[in-house]
C-alpha cells in the first residue's frame, strides 16, 4: 500500500512541476519599446502594448542611412532578437546603442542569453566585433521587466533569452519513479533481514 502512495505523491509532484515550467501568458500587459542611440534613429516601433505572445517588427536607421531591421518575439517563457541589416552587415559603438525595453513581462522567472546564432548577410563575419557578450552592454531582468541594450549589431544575427533550463517533465517522472523504486527495494531488504 505505502508503495501506491509513493507513486501517487510522485505523480502529483510532477504535475505541479509541469504546471511551474508552463508559464502563460494571460493576464499580461506588457509595454515594448525600441530606444536608439545618438545615431540611430527608430522609425518604426514596436506594436505596444503585448497582451499575447508574438513576433512584433521594428525599424531603425543608422548615420549612414542603413535600414536595420529588429525582429522581437516575446514569448511565455523567452525573449528572441534578431537583426537584418540592410547595410554592410555591421555597426557599432556607444553612438549606435540600440535598447529593447520590455516593462511589465512577469513571465515568473529571471531571462539570460540562453543562446545566439548568426548567419551573416553581409560583409562581415559574425566574429566582427567580438562575438555576442561584447555587443551586450547591459541585461536587466526582474520579475516585472526585461531590458537588454546592444553596442554592436550584425545582419543575420539572433539571441535568445530565456529562463534557467528546467528538466522535462518526462525526465521528472522517471527520476521520481527511480527512487519509489530504491525505496521499495530498501523496504522489501528490511523486511527479510527483520524475519530472518
Known amino acids: 500500500m505505502k508503495v501506491f502512495q509513493v507513486i501517487a505523491a510522485a505523480s502529483l509532484f510532477v504535475a505541479a512541476a509541469v504546471g511551474a515550467q508552463a508559464a502563460s501568458f494571460i493576464g499580461q500587459t506588457v509595454d515594448g519599446a525600441l530606444i536608439a542611440g545618438p ?4 522609425t518604426t516601433q514596436f506594436t505596444s502594448p503585448i497582451t499575447a505572445p508574438g ?3 521594428g525599424v531603425m536607421q543608422d548615420n549612414f542611412d542603413d535600414t536595420w531591421n529588429v525582429t522581437l518575439q516575446v514569448l511565455s517563457t ?10 554592410d552587415g555591421n555597426i557599432g559603438g556607444p553612438s549606435n546603442l540600440v535598447t529593447v525595453d520590455l516593462s511589465g513581462y512577469t513571465n515568473g522567472a529571471i531571462l539570460g542569453l540562453d543562446s545566439y546564432s548568426c548567419a551573416p548577410s553581409g560583409n562581415f563575419p559574425c566574429t566582427a566585433l567580438g562575438g555576442p557578450l561584447s555587443s551586450i552592454t547591459s541585461l536587466t531582468s526582474t520579475s516585472t521587466s ?6 554592436a549589431m550584425r545582419s543575420g544575427e539572433t539571441y535568445v533569452f530565456g529562463t534557467p533550463a528546467v528538466p522535462e517533465p518526462s525526465t521528472w517522472a522517471m527520476m521520481l519513479l527511480g527512487f519509489a523504486g530504491l525505496g521499495f527495494a530498501g523496504y522489501r531488504t528490511a523486511r527479510r533481514g527483520a524475519s530472518a
Do not use: A
Not at 39 to 42: E, K
Not at 146 to 151: A, I, N
Open 78 to 87: 523567452e525573449v528572441i532578437v534578431g537583426w537584418t541589416g540592410t547595410g
Open 55 to 57: 513576433t512584433f517588427d
Open 146 to 151: 526585461f531590458d537588454v541594450s546592444f553596442e
Open 39 to 42: 545615431d540611430m534613429s527608430v
